[in-house]
């Protein structure tokens, strides 16, 4: 989903490397309106990113992201269980359980900036989305030794492009939720050999 934040794409070896989300240090949200008048935001709790960097061709990096579904948590229990009902990502079907992003195409923007193009899967569908990457221009050691280096990526997807169409027409004519969804994908990521020490 939305998918991997992820400055991820910012060469810093000189050679390609694999760089895998460090759950403890990374977030992604989303917010969505309620009512027209406020927003609603939430997470997904359970999710993997994989980022490979290639620092001599930045073009052939890569970023996968898979994120659990039922995983969803909106700090309210009845609203989250709404959400994985047939309503909305009907969790209960084994194809709505994990949404993903693939990369396809990385496009540097500035030192610090990055446009990574790719196929979001969320309920079946598959769209091309772009994920704006903002991050460390390189990475650091932390006190352990390990290599790191962290960021955000943001986009925005229609949630009805993906059979999410659940809604409730106001007395006053709008809509009680929001079609567009803001995703931010915050996070550290570390060396993947580093993980094994």
Do not use: C
């Amino acid at each position: 989903s939305a998918l991997a934040g992820i400055a991820l794409l910012i060469p810093s070896l000189t050679q390609a490397a694999t760089w895998k989300s460090d759950p403890t240090h990374a977030s992604i949200q989303f917010a969505v309106s309620h009512l027209m008048v406020s927003t609603v935001r939430g997470n997904f709790d359970t999710f993997d990113v994989t980022v490979i960097i290639d620092d001599t061709d930045l073009s052939k990096s890569s970023v996968e992201v898979s994120i659990d579904v039922a995983s969803v948590n909106t700090r309210n229990e009845k609203r989250d269980g709404h959400l994985k009902s047939p309503d909305f990502f009907n969790v209960a079907e084994e194809a709505n359980k994990t949404m993903t992003f693939k990369s396809k195409k990385v496009e540097k923007v500035s030192d610090t900036e990055y446009n990574v193009t790719g196929d979001f899967t969320l309920m079946g569908v598959t769209k091309e989305v772009v994920l704006n990457v903002k991050g460390s221009p390189k990475a650091m050691k932390d006190p352990y030794g390990k290599s790191r280096m962290g960021g955000s990526a943001t986009t925005t997807i229609n949630r009805t492009d993906y059979g999410l169409k659940y809604n409730s027409v106001l007395d006053t004519g709008g809509v009680a939720i929001g079609e567009e969804v803001e995703i931010t994908i915050d996070l550290e990521l570390v060396q993947a050999e580093d993980q094994k020490m």
